[in-house]
Structure formats: structure tokens, C-alpha cells
């Protein structure tokens, strides 16, 4: 599933190809995605120019003359800006279309994205209305995870990956995040220090600045805006490498499910 680095390199690949530009038509193929796709948008579309793109957590903001897009990947999605004549793939749900003759491409596989239409606020969307805060920035800090663990009981893992903790930390990055802070993922986050905590949000923001510089990770369906390839991977510490020695102390990487997530970590180097 493609995580905050993803999307925010699928942000920035598609921001400056389309704020200023307005929509001249809207192709709809498919419907049905994780929620329907509002029947109306051709219509509602239909004239109206692109202001800006944001990103809250995991979510994609479209923000449009007299409204906002809310768009999601899902677990295979991604958004291309194309040449309108392109031809349409099998999984080219949606279009689009601008009046200089380019098109923004939404591609789902899997048809576990998301695309709808608010006139109100979207961050005060039920979608977005309870998400934490983006880890990129300064109101997340060790202090602020801290305090929010206290009494808490879940595995710590899950607690980084709770979007109303903290912003889009998927599971690739919560992973790599408690390997560089030392921190075994099934810890009660409530039993962890603030020194401790401090070091973690620290290495969340890490891992998460690195895997943009480096285009994301690609280990299935992820391809940029451009369609180029997530190189993050081959920097990769723990996920996906369980049995593999650790990259500081040489003692084989353990591998379990927590949450019906893959974890990946190393039983000498995290306590």
C-alpha cells in the first residue's frame, strides 16, 4: 500500500502539472471503488480550475474552484498525468481531462482507492476529521507520542501505525522507525520512556525524509506520478529482510505478525 512518502512524491510529481489548469471533461469507467464514485462529478467538474494539492496523512487533496477531490490509492492505486488521446488500460478508472490537453489518470488494480467530492472543509471530512499529526512537521514530537501512550497497553508498532496518533506511518516505516530507535515492536507503548520516545519520533521523521529523497518504496504497485520506481527499498533494514543478518550486529532478523501486519526486527538491537 503505498504510504506518506508515496503519496506526498505522488503530490509533488502532480502539483505542478496541474494547479492552474481547468477541467474540460471528466471520463468515468468504473464507479465502484472502495466508495462509489460520486455519478455527478463529470457535471460538478466541468469548468472548474485546480488551486492547489495538498496531502493530509495518506489522503490526497485536490482543491478546486468550488470544491476539493479526496483522493485515496488504496493498496495499488496511483495518478499519472498523461496526454488526454492516451489510450485506457484495464485499470484506468479515471480521467480527468484539462483544456491544454493533458489528463490526470487515476490507475486502481485493486479498486480499493478513493475518490470524492466535498464543498465543505475537507479536513473536517469523517475521513480526515480525526487523523494525528504529520510526522514531518513540528507539532509531532517525542513529547507529544508520550503522552498520548500513557496507560496504553497495545504494541507499540500499532500504536505509531494509528493514524489518529500520528499521520500516515504505514507499516514499512513503523518497522524501519523502531529499528533505528532501538525499540522492539511489540513493547506496550505505555511501558516506554520519554527518552525513548524522543529517539523514535526523531527516526520516524528520518526514514520518512529518506524514502522521499529516494522516490518512495517500491515493492509491488508503487510507481511515481512520473512512473519511475521507488528506490527506498534497497535501504531497507528490517521489512521484508527476516532471517537475513542485522545490518548492525550480524544476529538474524525475526519476523512475526502483529496486527495481522508483517514486523521485522532485530532481537539484539531492540529492546
Not at 495538498?54 to 490526497?60: A, D, M, S
Not at 520516545?197 to 529516494?214: P, T
Not at 537475513?244 to 525475526?254: A, M, V
Amino acid at each position: 500500500m503505498p504510504e506518506l512518502p508515496e503519496v506526498e512524491i505522488t503530490r509533488r510529481g502532480i502539483e505542478p502539472l496541474l494547479v492552474g489548469k481547468t477541467v474540460s471533461r471528466v471520463v468515468l469507467r468504473v464507479a465502484k471503488l472502495r466508495w462509489p464514485v460520486p455519478a455527478e462529478l463529470a457535471t460538478i467538474l466541468l469548468g472548474q480550475t485546480i488551486k492547489s494539492v495538498e496531502r493530509r496523512g495518506k489522503y490526497l487533496l485536490l482543491n478546486c474552484t468550488a470544491g476539493h477531490l479526496i483522493v485515496h490509492l488504496g493498496m495499488s492505486g496511483h495518478l499519472q498525468v498523461l496526454a488526454a488521446e492516451t489510450p485506457a488500460g484495464k485499470h484506468d478508472h479515471l480521467d480527468i481531462i484539462f483544456a491544454n490537453g493533458s489528463s490526470l489518470r487515476f490507475t486502481d488494480p485493486r479498486r480499493f482507492g478513493a475518490i470524492l467530492w466535498t464543498v465543505a472543509d475537507p479536513l473536517q471530512h469523517p475521513l480526515l476529521a480525526e487523523i494525528g499529526p504529520e510526522p514531518l512537521t513540528q507539532s509531532f514530537d517525542g513529547v507529544t507520542l508520550f503522552q498520548r501512550s500513557r496507560g496504553r497497553s497495545v504494541a507499540i508498532k500499532q500504536f505509531i501505525m494509528d493514524s489518529r496518533i500520528v499521520a500516515g506511518v504505514g507499516n514499512i516505516y513503523a518497522n524501519e522507525a523502531l529499528f533505528r530507535a532501538g525499540i522492539r515492536p511489540d513493547r506496550a507503548a505505555g511501558s516506554e520512556t520519554l527518552a525513548k520516545y524522543r529517539q523514535l519520533a526523531v527516526a520516524i521523521k528520518e526514514v520518512l525524509l529518506q524514502a522521499i529523497d529516494q522516490g518512495g518504496t517500491t515493492l509491488r504497485d508503487f510507481r511515481a506520478s512520473d512512473g519511475r520506481p521507488g528506490y527506498f527499498r534497497i535501504k531497507l533494514h528490517v521489512y521484508g529482510r527476516g532471517g537475513e543478518p542485522c545490518s548492525k550486529c550480524g544476529t538474524p532478523l525475526q519476523q512475526s505478525r502483529l496486527g495481522q501486519r508483517s514486523t521485522y526486527f532485530c532481537g539484539s538491537c531492540q529492546k
